[in-house]
């Protein structure tokens, strides 16, 4: 985990060297509120496996939702920024040991995210931008599938607080409107608890770790 989130955060600091090479010019202001509506896609680069069942994993499947965020700029280089979005719903995979029983749950999430920003100064179109912060992360609707239903399995999953990385840029392209681009990185692990009824069996404080890299094309307006 912490060399993941190293190198991640390595990716973002040689992105914003590169980004101060550039030439210094007026771009977002004080005050300034810029908001911005898109597809976002959830890619979970993470697993999971389920105690007392040897050879066991879980995955979860990519996503896409609608994706909302804003960001109000306290200076003219530093923003705050809240990501909010459309519940994401995301398949569960059953593999190793347990791959016969395929897909094997889903779960809905919400990712509401704050970050602070850094903005850098490259001109009155081109808005490139850096930022870190907390990600909480609430899963609901969990519901199991296939054979695990039959079965009467029962899934349950935990909320999620972990550090969330991020690198942007928008382009304003005409009376302040402009198109944008974002990624994140998100440390989200979660403790899972299953039971089955009919074989009388629980599992509980299963840790699986999600760490999505999460991706938005939105358009967006300045105020």
């Excluded at 040689?14 to 896609?41: E, H, M, T």
């Excluded at 003219?76 to 519940?87: K, Q, S």
Aim: some cysteine; glycine content about 12%.
């Amino acid at each position: 985990m912490k060399t993941k989130i190293t190198k991640t955060i390595s990716a973002l600091v040689l992105a914003g060297s590169a980004l101060l090479a550039l030439p210094a010019a007026n771009a977002y202001q004080a005050g300034d509120w810029i908001v911005r509506a898109g597809a976002a896609g959830v890619y979970p680069t993470g697993d999971g496996s389920i105690k007392g069942i040897s050879g066991s994993k879980v995955e979860a499947d990519s996503a896409w939702s609608l994706g909302i965020n804003g960001t109000y700029m306290a200076t003219d280089n530093f923003g705050i920024e809240l990501l909010a979005a459309w519940p994401f719903t995301h398949d569960i995979k059953c593999k190793g040991s347990i791959s016969a029983l395929g897909t094997c749950a889903e779960t809905k999430h919400l990712p509401p995210t704050l970050t602070a920003q850094y903005h850098f100064n490259t001109g009155p179109n081109w808005h490139p931008f850096l930022g870190i912060g907390l990600n909480y992360t609430y899963f609901f609707d969990e519901e199991t599938k296939g054979d695990l239903k039959s079965a009467g399995g029962d899934l349950s999953l935990d909320s999620s607080w972990g550090l969330a990385l991020e690198a942007g840029l928008d382009y304003e392209f005409s009376n302040n409107w402009l198109v944008g681009a974002q990624v994140y990185w998100m440390d989200i692990d979660t403790d899972a608890t299953l039971k089955i009824k009919d074989l009388g069996f629980k599992s509980s404080g299963n840790e699986v770790s999600i760490d999505p890299w999460v991706y938005m094309i939105s358009i967006g307006y300045k105020f």
